[in-house]
């Protein structure tokens, strides 16, 4: 036997350099890191070499918005290289130095979109560049528009420090919508805030300098024409006493079956959605039907769809009917649907309140509506002269001859004529005295019995957009009903009824507005909570909900108008999807 | 840890104030967001020269641990503010697979940083025979040698020619270095090596010792568990062993423990090699994705300043 020597010793250990034989795990180590380069390199390469111009896509930050879905691969028609498009200026204000009014501007946002300030009365540096508020790359279906209240309350939480006065005619300080105590102040409108004529003379122009909402210029009840055939109630003296209840058999003999129709369909479509689908010819024969009806049973019920519409399809009116007014003008073939559209009276008023009267000879006769008093007296004489002149068509044939000599027969001839004619326009304007037949509706500046001589007809201002500084989409709202909002439209109820709502509504012939205020809206559109274990809230409560920043200055510019959005130059269309601008 | 927590504070504290001013949360191109992006990519690249380090051992880099806590603090820090460098948002697809290759390099190097601190201390407690990875098959070889010398004279031959001849076993050392896997001093366990003299009787009928030794002991010695032995399994071995000392006389008992000791030898430092395979494989994923995390970062960096 032997032993082991100190040479032999080291052997028992094999491999002296062990240590540099790699694991298994240290060899996959190796590799996929290898492997990881390369398909790294590869990645960002490939996009580059394989698809040249689509790589892009790879390393921009976000998706854009459908918008600007055109230039997803043109980081250029938008970004200026090494230039912040976004509110972090710094590095750039750092690097050139700050103060230049022109470091807001962004001109590859305003190749497109030439929008005007917010207030020309804003300080320069208040104002943010275009995507401090418009984030893009957000994904497709996040809105640009539809922003943090952050965004307006950075400087409305102040807005005395942001003027260039210093002092802002609007509330200074709005934290937010939703809470009270937060600065939004009720709509001005609303509470009959003097500074509500500067905002309606924007609506309506200069001549609505002493505007006040609550002087509308016209007589109207909804409460009355809310009520089933338009009947006072009782206690309620009429202004005119011989006025009975609106029938079907009454509209039919005042405007003919067209007319019937169409309320009795909007009617029936207060209980039948599917109302509106019913063929004409089977709507006569339910109007005959309904005639057929004793009086108490036919009487007309009106609803708010019956004069709101938000288009024109839902209340077709014949060309018939509008004789004379600028049709297309008056029936929109389609319309936004966010605002109802304006109440006039050939379309809404006239198959109940036909302007005729009887001048004692044969037939009722019409007189024109929009003329004032002064105008109407011309128009009868027009009317009466024209049919004597039709009568006796002699006189044309033989015109009086102006002669060096007097002539008897022809002067006594002209003055029993113009004797005819004043007498039948005295008769006309007494019988539209009598009905009453403006007035009904209109207010006048000096009212008296003989109003027609010396009387002018206020002007009716209902304007279509009530809040200009904001906007409101009444489809949005479809769901709910009218009255949710608008309680003062409500019919006065029968006294027995328990619904609550019926104490707010008032019958008066001047009613106040019937404009909801702020609380209305906060009933909704404020964060979910409970008060008093119903659930409250809900909504979006966003200033952009009502609110819209560019064009302040000029508030009911709509998004399609030049004014609230002027294209400073038209692009040709291959260059403009290229994302490129014309020099 | 405590200046990682301050500075983690007071970066939040920048990145909040500069929040109150705006509606969004600051993002890469803020103030805050900027610096947060330029200091987070500065320590993921220092945390990437750990592997040149590593690699340049020789030139003495300063101290390893002190290498190894700036690398796992700074690491730990680098995710805050590059959460706040983000703006909290993943973006388009070269910034979310960014953000999801720095997440999941961190939590490898948390996963690492784990089974290196608990793995160790499983290796004492579990393999008191523990040697070096590596050497794990040289080792056993070394082992089974002597043990099959041990075998093939002291136990009967399955076969007469195979007797072992005097010239063989002049030739072998005059002693055996065996195993004892029993020594322990207080709470201190481990393996020591015990040298016993040849002996040069062969002890009779221990026939049975030497058909287990070459059928099941050999190739599980020299193989491990990747022999798909059953005395991979504890008990079962124990049985096994049992019932080969109930079929060999007393005086082959001493052969019996030698065996049953390198066979839980081998059971240990298979489970030491799975332990050691544990305690890397998180670099498979850690380093391969930090390469991937470099590469992208450049990019991101270009195009976030080209197209601000």
């Keep these: 036997m032997v032993d082991l020597n100190l040479r032999e010793r080291p052997d028992r250990i094999g491999r002296r350099d062990y240590f540099l ?40 930050h976000g998706t854009l918005n459908h918008v600007h879905a055109t230039w997803d691969l043109k980081c250029d028609a938008c970004h200026e290289v090494f230039s912040p498009v976004n509110e972090n200026t710094w590095l750039r204000d750092w690097w050139s130095g700050p103060g230049s009014v022109e470091k807001w501007r962004n001109p590859k946002c305003e190749g497109c979109h030439a929008g005007p300030a917010h207030h020309q009365s804003v300080k320069a540096d208040s104002m943010g560049t275009c995507a401090s508020c418009h984030r893009d790359h ?71 300098k002493a505007f006040d909402p609550n002087d509308r210029g016209l007589r109207f009840s909804h409460s009355l024409h809310m009520t089933l055939g338009q009947e006072y109630p009782q206690g309620v003296t009429p202004r005119e006493p011989t006025r009975s209840s609106m029938t079907y058999s009454q509209m039919v003999e005042l405007s003919g079956r067209d007319a019937a129709v169409r309320y009795l369909r909007l009617e029936m479509q207060l209980v039948d959605h599917d ?50 007014l600028p049709v297309e003008s008056l029936s929109q073939p389609r319309t936004g649907g966010a605002y109802f559209q304006p109440i006039n009276y050939e379309k809404h008023c006239s198959s109940c309140h036909v302007l005729s009267y009887s001048d004692g000879q044969t037939r009722e006769r019409a007189i024109q509506h929009r ?22 068509p002699t006189i044309l044939s033989d015109p009086f001859q102006k002669s060096e000599r007097l002539d008897p027969r022809q002067e006594d001839e002209k003055r029993t004529l113009w004797t005819q004619i004043a007498q039948q326009v005295k008769v006309a304007k007494g019988q539209i005295v009598e009905k009453s037949l403006c007035l009904k509706c209109h207010e006048s500046k000096m009212e008296g019995p003989n109003f027609i001589d010396a009387v002018t007809i206020k002007p009716t201002r209902i304007p279509t957009i009530w809040m200009p500084h ?3 989409d009444h489809q949005a709202h479809r769901s709910a009903d009218c009255t949710t909002c608008h309680n003062g439209c409500k019919a006065p109820l029968d006294e027995g009824s328990s619904d609550p709502m019926s104490k707010s509504a008032v019958l008066v012939e001047k009613e106040p507005l019937h404009l909801p205020g702020i609380d209305n809206c906060r009933a909704c559109h404020a964060p979910n909570a409970k008060k008093n274990g119903v659930a409250v809230g809900g909504a979006r409560y966003n ?3 009502c609110h819209r920043y560019h064009d302040a200055d000029h508030p009911l510019a709509g998004p399609g108008s030049i004014r609230n959005d002027p294209v400073k130059k038209y692009q040709d269309s291959i260059m403009f999807r290229q994302g490129k601008r014309e020099p | 840890m405590v200046l990682v927590v301050v500075a983690t504070v007071c970066a939040l504290g920048c990145w909040l104030l500069e929040y109150k001013n705006r509606s969004t949360l600051p993002g890469g191109s803020s103030r805050s967001g900027f610096a947060f992006g330029v200091i987070g990519g500065l320590i993921i690249f220092f945390e990437s020269l750990l592997g040149v380090r590593k690699a340049l051992r020789g030139w003495r880099l300063g101290r390893t641990r002190g290498w190894m806590i700036a690398h796992i603090w700074l690491g730990l820090l680098s995710v805050p503010l590059l959460f706040m460098h983000s703006g909290i948002m993943f973006g388009g697809t070269l910034s979310t697979i960014l953000s999801l290759v720095f997440l999941t390099v961190i939590g490898s190097g948390i996963w690492g940083l784990w089974f290196q601190h608990w793995y160790p201390m499983r290796i004492y407690q579990e393999v008191p025979g523990e040697t070096i990875v590596a050497q794990i098959p040289q080792v056993m070889r070394q082992h089974l040698d002597e043990v099959r010398d041990l075998v ?31 020594f322990s001093s207080g709470n201190i366990q481990g393996k020591t090596v015990t040298t016993i003299p040849r002996s040069e009787k062969v002890i009779s009928g221990t026939r049975a010792i030497r058909q287990f030794f070459e059928s099941d002991i050999a190739p599980y010695l020299e193989y491990g568990r990747r022999s798909k032995s059953k005395l991979a399994n504890p ?24 065996l049953k000791d390198l066979c839980s030898l081998r059971r240990q430092l298979d489970a030491q090699e799975s332990i050691y395979n544990w305690l890397h494989m998180w670099l498979c994923v850690h380093l391969p994705l930090t390469i991937v995390l470099l590469v992208l970062m450049v990019v991101h960096i270009i195009y976030a300043l080209r197209y601000w």
Excluded at chain 1, 25 to 32: A, N, P, V
Excluded at chain 1, 277 to 289: H, N
């Design chain 1, 543 to 545: 200033c952009t909900e």
């Design chain 2, 152 to 182: 093939e004279e002291q136990c009967e031959s399955l076969k007469r020619e195979e007797a072992v001849t005097p010239e063989e076993r002049m030739s072998k050392s005059m002693f055996m270095s065996m195993p004892d896997l029993s």
């Design chain 2, 235 to 258: 008990a079962q071995a124990e049985r096994m062993f049992r019932e080969l000392e109930n079929v060999t006389p007393t005086e082959a008992q001493g052969i019996n423990k030698i």
């Design chain 1, 371 to 392: 003329l004032q008093p002064a105008e109407i007296e011309k128009q009868l004489e027009r009317t009466y002269t024209a049919e004597i002149l039709k009568q006796t």
């Design chain 1, 21 to 60: 034989t790699r694991t298994p795990i240290e060899k996959w180590k190796r590799f996929l890191s290898w492997f990881a380069l390369f398909v790294t390199l590869g990645w960002v390469a490939g996009g580059f070499l394989l698809r040249p111009g689509y790589a892009v896509d790879r390393y921009s």
């Design chain 1, 470 to 472: 904001s906007k409101f």
């Design chain 1, 275 to 324: 109302a509106h689908l019913v063929p004409d010819a089977v709507m006569v024969s339910r109007v005959e039907e309904k005639m057929k009806l004793p009086p108490e049973a036919q009487r007309v019920q009106l609803s708010c769809i019956a004069c709101h519409q938000l288009d024109n399809t839902d209340f077709k009116v014949p060309d018939t009917q509008l004789k004379g």
């Design chain 1, 138 to 208: 957000q994904g497709r279906e996040h809105s640009l528009v539809s922003l943090p209240d952050f965004d307006c309350t950075r400087c409305h939480r102040d807005a005395n420090t942001h003027m260039k006065s210093g002092e802002s005619e609007y509330a200074s300080k709005i934290r937010n919508f939703y809470d009270p105590n937060a600065g939004h102040p009720d709509f001005r409108v609303t509470v009959g805030d003097p500074a509500t004529q500067v905002a309606m003379k924007k609506i309506a122009g200069s001549e609505a």
